[in-house]
């Protein structure tokens, strides 16, 4: 397994607090991202975990706090390529929009290049690079819209592999894929953290997942309910604190 450099931070959130309207969804949260991580981010819903990922990505704006990423406060941060993000409805789309594979994963090379810039030699190889990653190059010129959800995950994460990130966030991937095609992206995130070194954070409402896979976890229910390493947050009692009394998981593995 891949060490974590515990020396160098990605990302950090100072005393981060946010509110749609008056409604208070973060309160005061203090969080710290490093290189090498695998984060799983879980709580209820409504706790603001995906309000959270957007804060760290510069999606939203927090009402108090500051990010930093990659040590630079992220109102002046410009390197965006370091960033990948697969969305929650990554797959939802107009199904008559006609585009490739191939296609989709090069719009992740623009990032590096300009919109305005064509592709080149070394463009289209980071692109079949990316597919070869995920497994996906024998799909590469088929229409995105011919896939099946748990395939056109795969090819939004390599999108953002194609741009050549060094950390890449993801909001609820699996929403809607069946179980053989979780187990089968879950398997890729691992790979994508200890052999691509890839520092990833998962915002899933699977805990049983999560405390497996993620070498750490935040857990959000408007405040920071924990962070640290999975095996201790299954021995103490935080699903309580976090879900309320009553409520039982099955963890596998543990």
């Known amino acids: 397994m891949q ?7 990605i990302l950090e959130l100072d005393n981060i607090s946010f509110a749609y309207q008056k409604e208070l969804v973060l309160k005061n949260i203090n969080l710290s991202l490093h290189r090498g991580d695998y984060l799983g981010v879980i709580g209820p ?3 603001g975990k995906t309000t959270l990922l957007k804060i760290m990505i510069g999606l939203l704006k927090p009402n ?3 990010v930093k990423i990659f040590g630079t406060d992220i109102k002046n941060f410009k390197e965006w390529s370091k960033i990948g993000y697969v969305p929650q409805k990554a797959t939802n789309f107009d199904v008559n929009f006609p585009v490739t594979v191939e296609e989709v994963v090069s719009m992740g090379r623009y990032a590096q290049r300009g ?8 463009d289209k190889q ?3 690079n990316s597919l070869e990653q995920v497994e996906m190059v024998e799909y590469k010129d088929r229409q995105i819209t011919d896939l099946s959800q748990g395939q056109q995950q795969r090819v939004f994460i390599a999108r953002s592999l194609a741009s050549e990130p060094e950390v890449i966030f993801l909001d609820e991937p699996t929403v809607g ?3 053989k095609a979780q187990e089968q992206f879950y398997t890729l ?3 994508l953290n200890k052999i691509l070194r890839l520092t990833l954070v998962l915002v899933s409402h699977d805990i049983d997942v999560v405390t497996s896979e993620a070498t750490e976890l935040a857990c959000i229910n408007q405040e920071l309910v924990y962070h640290g390493e999975p095996k201790e947050f299954i021995k103490k009692d935080y699903l309580t604190k976090l879900y309320g009394k009553g409520v039982k998981f099955i963890l596998h593995g543990h």
């Open 3 to 9: 060490s974590i450099n515990h020396s160098e931070n």
């Open 45 to 47: 819903n409504g706790g």
């Open 64 to 66: 108090e706090g500051t």
């Open 115 to 122: 919109l305005l810039k064509s592709l080149n030699a070394h």
């Open 126 to 128: 980071k692109v079949r």
């Open 177 to 179: 894929v069946d179980i």
């Open 189 to 191: 995130l691992q790979k």
